[in-house]
DNA sequence: CCGTATCCTTCGCGATACTG
DNA sequence: CAGTATCGCGAAGGATACGG
């Protein structure tokens, strides 16, 4: 988080939507691209290839295609991928959890005289 | 993460590294403007302004204006807030602790061959 | 010092069409 | 089915100048 730190371009990477959704799609388990489209819904099959190839960069997840046709590639998390599952499951959790009171808030906050 | 479940809509406002950083910033201790802005290295003025004003729509922060000159901002996770700074310093630990891995995971992907 | 307003650039991301 | 290529829009975000 400090200012120089190198960290934070490896944060920049998974405080990111997409990457929070698929961790979390695929530490439940090893999935096919099609389906990881259906789970993360409202992706483009363009981001969900390009964030994959950049988490397959990054050591997050594996590709495991199989020369067959039609062909089929599944998706699994690494080890190191599996360590940032807990934290970005953390954050899902939280976001289920406390959605309501967000919603409260923003309505609140509307809802209040623009002076 | 389900389809259709709304929390979706404050997982992707969460899921954001310039939210992460303020927040993980915040949840040390109450904090003015300009001591954020250089905190959160690299973040323009106007985007630090949006990005508050958007924390505090959503109950996560709270703002306190001074009326003085020259004048004095301050800002201050609320209750709310700090429940976020969990996951999200979580997040921020796993960045830096694993952030060699990912380094090296992109060396050796950068230099196997284009094939 | 803390904003707001404006402008402009960049990039995320979706739509579509096409290949193995 | 999975992936690539191309296009284009709209949002994110930086620079600058100004106001309270």
Do not use: H
């Amino acid at each position: 988080m400090l200012a120089t730190c190198p960290s934070r371009t490896s944060l920049a990477r998974i405080a990111n939507k997409w990457t929070a959704m698929i961790v979390i799609a695929l530490s439940e388990r090893r999935m096919r691209f099609g389906e990881l489209r259906t789970r993360v819904a409202g992706i483009s099959g363009k981001v969900l290839t390009d964030t994959l190839r950049d988490l397959e960069r990054d050591g997050i997840v594996t590709r495991i295609a199989f020369a067959e046709m039609p062909p089929r590639v599944e998706y699994e998390l690494t080890a190191l991928g599996r360590t940032l599952s807990e934290p970005l499951g953390a954050l899902g959790l939280w976001a289920e959890q406390y959605f309501d009171q967000v919603q409260e808030a923003r309505d609140a906050f509307d809802a209040r005289p623009t002076t």
